[in-house]
T-cell receptor, first 115, second 116 residues
Framework: DAGVTQSPTHLIKTRGQQVTLRCSPKSGHDTVSWYQQALGQGPQFIFQYYEEEERQRGNFPDRFSGHQFPNYSSELNVNALLLGDSALYLC??????????????FGPGTRLLVL | AQKITQTQPGMFVQEKEAVTLDCTYDTSDPSYGLFWYKQPSSGEMIFLIYQGSYDQQNATEGRYSLNFQKARKSANLVISASQLGDSAMYFCAMRGISGGYQKVTFGTGTKLQVIP
């Protein structure tokens, strides 16, 4: 049973550049959420995708955008990179049930460093 | 709004001993779910245990148990018989209707170090 996968594992960019991160959900899952985890902090919710649409969004600027494909995989795009965008980006997959119990399963993350 | 507070930045425990990691939460949701995740240095968040706000019994999963005290709004994680492989960051998290169910709110984490 394939778990959540993310690519690339590490990435170095310079300020002002654009980056695309990729995520494949766990087998059987149809929903993908993205989180940003700065050093020494807990993950912060960016947004969630279901049926190729953004369902909910956290407190992140429009520079952060995403996409979900028919096979449920997802991309996170960040434009005009800032130094403060340096973080671990985590993808989580789940089923689209509006339930407190629905557990999100996380991938290994992509470490982004902006110079 | 939902808020998770983990007041222990770091904890040490002797191998084979039990350890309790504290978590308090704040929410106005009548129904919510509480989670604990483990994050090794590799970065992946590993799901450990879930507790529903209406569950009558405390959740248990192998060596992990959740000490849920609803009136005090606390959801402490107890790890029994600690192993060296338990050394990691531990995050308490919650979700509920005020977060739209989709959003999971995390605490700042506790770094656990198991001493041989």
């Amino acid at each position: 049973d394939a778990g959540v996968t993310q690519s690339p594992t590490h990435l170095i960019k310079t300020r002002g550049q654009q980056v695309t991160l990729r995520c494949s959900p766990k087998s059987g899952h149809d929903t993908v959420s993205w989180y940003q985890q700065a050093l020494g902090q807990g993950p912060q919710f960016i947004f969630q995708y279901y049926e190729e649409e953004e369902r909910q969004r956290g407190n992140f600027p429009d520079r952060f955008s995403g996409h979900q494909f028919p096979n449920y995989s997802s991309e996170l795009n960040v434009n005009a990179l800032l130094l403060g965008d340096s973080a671990l980006y985590l993808c989580a997959s789940s089923l689209a049930r509006d339930s407190n119990q629905e557990t999100q399963y996380f991938g290994p993350g992509t470490r982004l460093l902006v110079l | 709004a939902q808020k998770i507070t983990q007041t222990q930045p770091g904890m040490f425990v002797q191998e084979k001993e039990a350890v309790t990691l504290d978590c308090t939460y704040d929410t106005s949701d009548p129904s919510y779910g509480l989670f604990w995740y483990k994050q090794p240095s590799s970065g992946e968040m590993i799901f450990l245990i879930y507790q529903g706000s209406y569950d009558q019994q405390n959740a248990t999963e192998g060596r992990y148990s959740l000490n849920f005290q609803k009136a005090r709004k606390s959801a402490n994680l107890v790890i029994s018989a600690s192993q060296l492989g338990d050394s990691a960051m531990y995050f308490c998290a919650m979700r509920g209707i005020s977060g739209g169910y989709q959003k999971v709110t995390f605490g700042t984490g506790t770094k656990l170090q198991v001493i041989p």
